[in-house]
């Protein structure tokens, strides 16, 4: 069974917003490092926000005031709010969690299956 299920993926235009979410089936998935990672075809993944178990951020450059991470340790959830988006942010997003905190390398050792998102201009 899948232990990280990403959903909200979708298709918009620049400009708008998409919320991804992931759920979490770990054991204390609260006290783990979670990340969103996305790859478009052709390129290697690219770290886009990461997450501590306190919800200390960490954001890629490319994503810095547009994307925020957050995570909902009731819920067992981890989001990512995309605003402000642009054609260049087209590709599968994935959600990742370790017990060690990577950052943004994609070290991770439990990945989802990835998620859509397609920004048209």
């Known amino acids: 069974a899948q232990v990280l299920v990403e959903s909200g993926g979708g298709s918009v235009q620049a400009g708008g917003s998409l919320r991804l979410s992931c759920a979490v089936s770990?054991?204390?998935?609260?006290?783990?490092?979670m990340a969103w990672f996305r790859q478009a075809p052709g390129q290697e993944r690219e770290g886009v926000a990461a997450?501590?178990?306190?919800?200390?951020?960490t954001y890629g450059d490319s994503v810095k005031g547009r994307f925020t991470i957050l995570r909902d340790n009731t819920k067992n959830t981890l989001y990512l709010q995309m605003t402000s988006l642009k054609p260049e942010d087209t590709a599968t997003y994935y959600c990742?969690?370790?017990?060690?905190?990577?950052?943004?390398?994609?070290?991770?050792?439990?990945w989802g299956q990835g998620t859509q998102v397609t920004v048209s201009s």
């Open positions: 770990l054991y204390m998935s609260s006290r783990l490092y």
């Open positions: 990742a969690a370790d017990s060690r905190n990577w950052l943004l390398l994609p070290r991770y050792n439990y």
């Open positions: 997450i501590d178990s306190t919800g200390f951020p």
